[in-house]
Every structure is written in C-alpha cells, then in structure tokens.
C-alpha cells in the first residue's frame, strides 16, 4: 500500500501499470510463439464452396487438425494481451464495491465471465477470417476488407452507443447469492459490449499472418486510451 501511495503521489496509476506489464508481457511471449496464427496456417482455404458450407467445413478441419486446447490458449493470450489495459474501470469499481473479504472472488468472477464471451466471440471471428481469406485468396486482401468495414464502424453511432456501454458501472450486492451473480452479470454485459465495440480490432489481426503483432499493441492502446474518456453525450441518445 505505501508503494501504491508513493506511486500515485509521484502520478503514476498502480493499477494501469500493473495491467500494462501484464499485457506488455504477454505480447513478448506472443512473440515467441503465436499459436494463434500458427494454428489459423495449418487451415487451407477453398474458395469454391457456399460460404455456409464452408464455414462448417473449418469447423471440422479445425477440430481435426488443431489442437482445440492450444488454439484457446492462444485466443486467451490474444485477449489478455489487447484488452486487459483496458479493464482498469470495472476492476476498480468491483474492488471498491465489494466486501474487503470478496474483492479478489469479484475480480475472478468478473474476469471469468468477461473472458468466456470473448472466446466465444473470437471463434467465430476465426471462423470469419478463414472465410474472407479463402473467399479473396489473400491475407492483404482479407485484411484490407476488414479494415475498410472496421473505419466505417469505427465512425458509426452505433459503436459510440456500444463504447457508452462499456462505461456503465452497475450496482453490485454484497451479500447472499447475488454478491456471486452480479461479478459474472457484470463481466458477461461488459464483455458484450467490448466485442460489439471492438470486433474489428479484433478481427483484423487474425486476417494478418505476418506483422499483426505491431497492429495489435496499437489497438490496445487505442482501447485503454478510450476507457479512460468519458462517452460523448450523443452516445447516449437512443434511436
């Protein structure tokens, strides 16, 4: 604590520096060994099939041919490294809102939650970028479809109105079952409307074989950057 204190008093956040190392950490071992993007290469692309069709088809392949646990690992590393900057708010706020005695069972059950909808997400944008590969037969190609789609989402309303919701800090009991339930309420929601927010931050990289780990720590300090500022107004506005 007197550590913490000295570290605020000199303007440094403890809490972001820690979240920052850890992502800084991870994006070294990435380094050393992606297995994300290892696994999305053993994958061929065949663009000759109904899209539906051949999105069930990577689905077989990649429970054939990838190691399902290693291939999570590496989608768990993805996420840690790009977005646990960005989680500062909400784990102060389950620190601060919960029982001395509970901080460290909200922050794990907030983190479960968060994480699980985030895999989740990132399956299917696996999915989605093995087909825009093979439907364009290039990696740049795919990448530069996503990047399109993701400016014009970058500017929508509807993103300013999912990043506003990033920002909620709900009410969290502290006694009984709902002191359990309200962490994984809490980083279910949160989680939801990070991937609505930043499914295009997250997709482009798994287009990019090669050089998407410099793309990657930019877009988790684009992430961490817009936690830290409060919503437009507009962003509010419903309809």
Known sequence: MALAQRLRDAGVDPLASLLWGISLSVF??????????????????DGSRPMLAEGIAYLRLAGATVDAAALTGGMLTMLVAMMVPALAGPLLHLWFRSLSRHRWRAVALFLLAY??????????????????VSRTGSALAAASI????????????????????????PRLSVFGWPAL??????????????????WAL???????PAGHLPFMLFAAMWVAHERTKPPTPQAWVVG
């Open 28 to 45: 070294v071992l990435m380094a050393v060994n992606d297995r994300v993007h290892a696994g999305l290469m053993q994958l061929c692309v």
């Open 115 to 132: 994480f699980l909808v985030w895999l989740a997400a990132c399956a299917l944008l696996f999915v989605v970028a093995l087909l825009l």
């Open 146 to 169: 996503v990047l399109s789609g993701g400016l014009l989402w970058q500017v929508s309303r509807a993103r300013r109105r999912c990043l506003a919701r990033c920002h909620l800090r």
């Open 181 to 198: 339930a309200d962490p994984l309420r809490f980083g279910a929601s949160h989680g939801f409307w990070c991937v609505s927010t930043c």
């Open 202 to 208: 997250m997709l482009l990289p798994l287009c990019l």
